[in-house]
């Protein structure tokens, strides 16, 4: 059903594996008609393509157009790098050769034909394939098994064409007098380019494009991206202004029909070509039904194989979707570092990909940014207020719920302290509690006791002497509604089996009705208390060495319950009003405690800056959030999200919350700690050369191996003082030698 590239495919190669198979395919518009003009595909799926049907193979490639540079036009400035390999050709040819072959082996090509519903369908064949777009009537029919979710997103994008061909794929930043437009631009025959316009949707109404006919369409682009098009003229083929909808689906078969292309899933044209996505779903499904014979088995194989390669295009989709949508944030950046970012905004390329690509170009990106050369952009030092420190590496502060009444140990100081001769710029201890009824699990460590106090010093003592250079941090903080838990691997969130301590939150609501405690609304006595206990707790940090001091305003903890609309019901001073009444609270705490804290060190806040739930925190509140503290002394953010309500729905993924501290940190203009799912050396220097970050701070891998920073200086050939090696471990900072593979 659905007589596009990936149907057409499908039908072809289910016909070639097995001659006697009867196939019959669906198209209600006639053969020539199509939507749209050029087509990319990888050499990945080329691959794919010459395996399993080397005629369609040698029939494509015959049409190709291929390049391998890309580039960047902005602010006047055009900036190429290469090495990055694309082939294309016509959506209409593409058609055509897929229609020759399918008629070569025999599949009955019913044209200008709805086909029948899928269900009446499957009565009287062993298989139907849904390969009917977008807004497929079959995942519509059956919603109730399929579960889409279809997510509608803010731009405009117009797919058009020029009658010359790009040398390169090009990116175009327009900003005009209504707000700020794109070009995406590749050749797709040696005469002809495909040519996306795209931009906000408020923009796309204040240009009055909303109110344009075809020909005003064609000829407002043509003005807004006259140089890129050197005064030639766009064309059209029906071409209509459209908001871009990712869809996805939590089952892909169901009986004897499957979906297939977009009808299953989509991934933003930025990443690459829908057509590409859903030609590799043919060759998928081809082969599970040439491994399984059993169609229900086959369908299962099929989704399992698909599902996670979708699922990771998806994802980089949508960090790329989501760089364009905000691009207002990236386009005041100097011309190189902009570029870089734009060529890595998907997370796929990364900076390790790109030096070997093209290393002039990241040599001039990281020259631009006044990287040392030859030094990793992630052994750069940065400063904050007093503190320099030697690297951009941050030791996540992780909860090891290791403490005997609040009293850290020498689990801590060996824990922390081998971090610290892993030579991680900043090592960050866990959440600090400020009194004993403030504590997570009766294994949280506390700072609220004479012994806490001279416990911490020993810990922040080794660190200053044995591994010199390196800060170590304090994050203080309150568990509010959260608290009087047990241990993490006793069951996280669970309520203690006995000896539960009472809680309180700015509401009296629990964090998950019928299993946590209801907690206690604080009055202003108690406020003004709890507010104490912080700053006391900041004077005992002081004293016991610690560099710098980060406030947890996030996670859904005692502060964090005041930020969010969906803990904080209050309709006094600490809640009424909006986010200007929520956030007083955690201001005052703040206040407070930078009182205290020594002048010359510095302090930190983390936020969540989304509660991934209907109604709660958004990006725009954390950017509002975010200015309140910096404008009260705050000299870094530290990003996460989430963990603020249990019905909570996060977006999780590689680097999936970097996009909240890369807006926070260019629309406050404030230095920001980036988090979440950051694990690899060429992701961090990824991030801080492409002014998305300041600082990366990543927790599991430095569970993995303590001294994760000083191998990535190995594996990198670094030796600069960004990453010293301790004298007792010089002997190992070369790689080990391996075994012959």
Known sequence: MGGGPGGLYAAALLKRLAPEREITLWERNAPDDTFGFGVVLSDETLGGIESADPDVYAAVRREFVRWDDIDVVHRGTSLRSGGHGFAALGRRRLLGILHERCHALGVRLRFRTEAPPAAELARTHDLVIAADGVHSRTRDAHADHFRPSVTTHRCRYIWLSADFAFDAFRFEIAETEHGIMQLHGYPYRQDASTVIVEMREEVWRRAGLDRCDEDGTLAACGKYFADALGGRPLRSNRSAWTAFRTVVNERWHHGRTVLLGDAAHTAHFSIGSGTKLAVEDALALARALERHPDVPAALAAYEEERRPAVASTQRAARASLEWFEDLAVHVGQPPRRFAFNLLTRSRRVTHGNLRLRDPGFVAAVEDEAGVPPGTPPMFTPFRLRGLTLRNRVVVSPMDMYSAVDGTP???????????????????????????????????????????????????????????????????????????????????????????????????????????????????????????????????????????????????????????????????DAYGGGGLEGRLRYPLEVFDAVRAVWPADRPMTVRISATDWAEGGTTADDAVAVARAFAAHGADALDVSTGQVVAGERPAFGRSYQVPFADRIRHEAGVPVIAVGAISSWDDVNSLILAGRADLCALGRPHLYDPHWTLHAAAEQDYTGPGAVWPLPYRAGSRRPPTGRG
């Open 409 to 571: 140990g020498d689990f801590h100081l060996v824990h922390l302290g081998a971090r610290a001769l892993g030579r991680a710029g900043l090592v960050m201890a866990e959440m600090v509690c400020v009194s004993e009824r403030g504590r997570i699990t009766p294994g949280c460590s506390g700072l609220y006791a004479p012994e806490h106090e001279r416990e911490w010093s020993r810990i922040t003592g080794f660190v200053h002497e044995q591994a010199p250079g390196t800060a170590i941090g304090l994050q203080l903080g309150h568990a509010g509604r959260k608290g009087s838990t047990r241990r993490m691997w006793e069951g996280i969130d669970q309520p203690l089996p006995s000896g539960n301590w009472p809680v309180v939150a700015p509401s009296a609501l629990p964090y998950r009705p019928g299993i946590n405690q209801t907690p206690h609304a604080l009055s202003m006595a108690e406020l003004a208390e709890i507010r104490n206990q912080f700053v006391r707790s900041a004077e005992a940090a002081a004293r016991a060495g610690f560099d710098l001091l980060e406030l947890h305003c996030a996670h859904g903890y005692l502060l964090s319950g005041f930020l969010s609309p969906l803990t904080n019901h209050r309709d």
